[in-house]
Nanobody
Framework: QVQLIESGGGLVQAGGSLRLSCTAS????????MGWFRQAPGKEREFVTL???????FYADSVKGRFTISRDNAKNTVYLQMNSLKPEDTAVYYC?????????????????WGQGTQVTVSS
């Protein structure tokens, strides 16, 4: 059974940093693309960032220059380093994996999802 477990969320002041982790179990995801989405209350789930198995990365315009995605295939883990956080970054953050190179923002392209971790940025 495949599971994705996110961790690292919490409450931080604007301008601060957080590092999210997502560890997968049940199979090896080194050949998969791994990404992060987020969903704020009353809003649709939105794409944040993606890293392909090649290492190529994609970012939403709203987080470029502030967020960095990375992966450790030996640990079956993807990370999201979030710097210069803003109140509008407040959301539940989900990791997701796709078996083939997806259109980064296409929610339906991702096969497995984590349960989400809350990130709250206070002003």
């Amino acid at each position: 059974q495949v599971q994705l477990i996110e961790s690292g969320g919490g409450l931080v002041q604007a301008g601060g940093s957080l590092r999210l982790s997502c560890t997968a179990s049940g199979r090896t995801f080194s050949s998969y693309a791994m990404g992060w989405f987020r969903q704020a209350p009353g809003k649709e789930r939105e794409f944040v960032t993606l890293i392909r198995n090649s290492g190529r990365t994609f970012y939403a315009d709203s987080v470029k220059g502030r967020f960095t995605i990375s992966r450790d295939n030996a640990k079956n883990t993807v990370y999201l380093q979030m710097n210069s956080l803003k109140p509008e970054d407040t959301a539940v953050y989900y990791c997701a994996v796709a078996p083939v190179a997806p259109i980064p923002s296409s929610v339906s392209a991702y096969q497995y999802w984590g349960q989400g971790t809350q990130v709250t940025v206070s002003s």
